[in-house]
T-cell receptor, first 111, second 113 residues
């Protein structure tokens, strides 16, 4: 069963514009949720995580994400995108002893 | 700390050959895992380990073997390489015994001809 869905394969935004990347999960228990970023040819870097508590979590590089249980979503946001944010972004959820990833969203930034 | 290291960075194999992808971490992490990354499919878990001597299968374990004789090392063995195993392989580790907050290595790019 698909646990994590990232509906957008590609997104293009202008530099300085706001960004929202969507993530929906399907998991009955309180989820542990993550966003990772991967620059071309690199490994994955953790942007932020949600375990419990405040549903708005702050991460590195100016990113934030909001957990909405009613919508089973954990969308990633940034108020002003920089050219260096161009990368692939992965949402992930812990299922038992496993981390399950979405298919990823490729972000392109145009100047 | 070097973090999570992987060798080699790039490898070309012929169909039927075997090889071992090395993964090591110096953070004394209990949990280690192997993923493969293919375009449009995200990362898929191959095998994982919650501690020395304990391994389990992930989502796509066929054609791969693992062992965990020490806390630091978690090698991935391809028994008889197939073109379908052409992929980028990532090793990761976590300080807990669960899959939370994993730190990833730089990856090994494998091409099977």
């Amino acid at each position: 069963a698909q646990s994590v869905t990232q509906p957008d394969i590609h997104i293009t935004v202008s530099e300085g514009a706001s960004l929202e990347l969507r993530c929906n999960y399907s998991y009955g228990a309180t989820p542990y949720l993550f966003w990772y970023v991967q620059s071309p040819g690199q490994g994955l870097q953790l942007l932020l995580k949600y375990f419990s508590g405040d549903t708005l979590v702050q991460g590195i590089k100016g990113f934030e994400a909001e957990f909405k249980r009613s919508q089973s979503s954990f969308n990633l946001r940034k108020p002003s995108v920089h050219w260096s944010d161009a990368a692939e972004y992965f949402c992930a959820v812990v299922r038992g002893n496993k981390l399950v990833f979405g298919a990823g969203t490729i972000l392109r930034v145009k100047s | 700390n070097a973090g999570v290291t992987q060798t080699p960075k790039f490898q070309v194999l012929k169909t039927g050959q075997s090889m071992t992808l090395q993964c090591a971490q110096d953070m004394n992490h209990e949990y280690m895992s192997w993923y493969r990354q293919d375009p449009g499919m995200g990362l898929r878990l191959i095998h994982y380990s919650v501690g020395a001597g304990i391994t389990d299968q992930g989502e796509v374990p066929n054609g791969y073997n693992v062992s965990r004789s020490t806390t630091e090392d978690f090698p991935l063995r391809l028994l008889s390489a197939a073109p379908s195993q052409t992929s980028v392989y990532f090793c990761a580790s976590s300080y807990s015994r669960g899959a939370e907050t994993q730190y990833f290595g730089p990856g090994t790019r494998l091409l099977v001809l």
